[in-house]
């Protein structure tokens, strides 16, 4: 079975522009997680979503948004991006996303803000 | 929130050596993972242990929910274990969200 799968691995861009990242959970899987990890907060939570619905949010502005599709694949977007979004994404899949069920990673999408 | 600690936060060893991995949390939980992050970026699920004793290999994990922590034990260290270790943790049933502790980084000389 394939694992998660995250689209582009690499990403550069310039200050005030957006990016759309792209997860595909293990088949089967209908919960979606992203993170952030950066050097100084180490990661950190972005949003989840379960049957195409947002059902937790981290602590990140606006800027931060996302979607879930019927296939249950994901998009993460940023816009207006700033140096400091300079990360690499995580995102995660789970079979039922019942909170105690084992959690796999995809390969993170490194993003370069410039 | 829940509060999650890994020490040490850096650990230096010898291939062939042993070494022991903890996580101390905050409150009581219903997930735990331990994960090794390798060298480009992608965290490998090591163990999924809210509770109880696991073993893989050479890699060992016990996780004391009523005391609250969790130790990774890594047995006849080898280089590719080298990387950062870490734990996370889940505390409802309603959400996937896991939060994590700032790592342990374990380098494997020859």
């Known amino acids: 079975k394939a694992g998660v799968t995250q689209t582009p691995r690499y990403l550069i861009k310039t200050r005030g522009q957006q990016v759309t990242l792209s997860c595909s959970p293990i088949s089967g899987h209908r919960s979606v997680s992203w993170y952030q990890q950066t050097p100084g907060q180490g990661l950190q939570f972005l949003f989840e979503?379960?049957?195409?619905?947002?059902?937790n949010k981290g602590n990140f502005p606006g800027r931060f948004s996302g979607r879930q599709f019927s296939n249950s694949r994901s998009e993460m977007n940023v816009s207006t991006l700033e140096l400091g979004d300079s990360a690499l994404y995580l995102c995660?899949?789970?079979?039922?996303?019942?909170?105690?069920?084992?959690?796999?990673f995809g390969p993170g999408t490194r993003l370069t803000v410039l | 929130g829940i509060q999650v600690e890994q020490s040490p936060p850096d650990l230096i060893l010898q291939e062939g050596a042993n070494s022991t991995l903890r996580c101390n949390f905050s409150d009581s939980v219903n997930n735990l993972q331990w994960f090794h992050q390798n060298p480009w970026g992608q965290l490998i699920n090591l163990f999924y242990i809210p509770s109880g004793t696991k073993q893989n290999g050479r890699l060992s994990a016990t996780t004391v929910a009523t005391e609250r922590y969790s130790l990774l034990y890594i047995s006849s260290s080898q280089t590719t274990d080298s990387g950062v270790y870490f734990c996370a943790v889940g505390k409802s049933y309603n959400t996937d969200k896991l939060i994590f502790g700032t790592g342990t980084r374990l380098q494997v000389f020859p």
């Open positions: 979503y379960f049957s195409e619905t947002q059902r």
């Open positions: 995660a899949s789970s079979l039922d996303g019942g909170g105690a069920g084992e959690q796999f």
